[in-house]
């Protein structure tokens, strides 16, 4: 088979692991995809690099996409998401100083109580709390302000969003720069083993399904090479498949350690795929479920629905036209090419989705030949269900 080269930006998180895996199990080499993964030292480095033509492919925060053909926040481009490359997988944390205060109020740490935790982290202090974020245009930023905002005792002015590159924020943690922090793994359980913060949520606590990672691809490249786009969604899905194996986590573990793509050890890597977190020094792991999902419940699905959600976030923060950004932003979810690529792979993915969430809360995905297009279970933290309907 003729190989073809293509270079995929990534960052060095846990979630770049379909990526990571479709190259080191071949996935990528069996589509004819001869993949070179190029390490970013930044989300905004990213960005640029895919904007500017350097990179082909691109492992980008869900909302990056939507924000860059908004013209918001850089160079003003229009990139594409062919698939969703992770749902979930954030995590949040504090600095010892406010773990100590919270504690102080009455609150316990039981790593799945938004509303207790939100209402401590304000009964805790009357400062201004500084929180870091990997980039102003993520998931990270728009739940915590979601969650925050609702919380009792919260105040525009008593916090101050600041941007950090993951693999610095438990540096800032140890300095003294941030009270909080949203990051991806593995860089909340370095921050816990290098500066004694305190994890207090998983992101999926906020939100239970949240588009997380995508992979991101300028659409004028997409246009003249449809054929790699077909060949890439196909082999990270195989990669995607393979990772939520619980059998194959072990191996996955060892892949992403002993690959240069991360240098981490494993006790820095397992957290994010067992779903077992140190949430303290010192502490007894605690167990939490669907901190992460690669494939399940139609995860690599990009729902026109979720570009809707995060255009009107960005509308509301930047003064936007809501209709109109919900018209680029759709436009940015590439259902249409997800679905060429694999069902001409023999996967069943044509139709939508047979319900919607809203009217059903408590579904889950189905053994069926339509599993793949059937959502899973998607609730925000304040009991509002996430509304598939309409989409795609």
Known sequence: MKMTE????YLPLVDCAPLVVAKELKFAAQEGLDLTLVKQPSWSALRDMLAFGQLDFAHMLSP????????????????DVLMVL?????IIGVSDALDREMQQTGWTNTFDDPLGS???????SSKRLRIGVPFPFSMHRMLLEAWLSQATGFAADRIEIVTVPPPKMADAVRGGTLDMFCVGEPWGSVAVQQSNATLILPGAKLWGFSPEKVLGVQRKWA???PAL??????AIYKAACWLDQPENTPLAVEILTRSQHL???DQA?????????ITKHGQRPKQTDQFMSFHKGSANFPWRRQAHWIADVLSRWHHLDETESRRIAQACFRSDIYREALTAFGEDVAQPPAHSEDKNPNATPLPSSQEQVIPAPDRFFNGAIFDFAGSN
Do not use: K, Q
């Open 6 to 9: 293509v270079r995929c930006g």
């Open 229 to 234: 786009c077909r060949a890439m969604i196909r």
């Open 86 to 90: 992770s749902v979930n997988g954030t």
């Open 263 to 265: 240098d981490l050890p």
């Open 269 to 277: 890597i397992d957290p994010a795929l067992s779903g077992r977190f």
């Open 223 to 225: 246009s003249e090479h």
């Open 118 to 124: 939100a209402e401590a982290i304000f009964s805790a």
């Open 64 to 79: 990056m996409p939507v924000a860059m053909s908004l013209g918001l926040g850089g160079f003003a481009c229009d990139i």
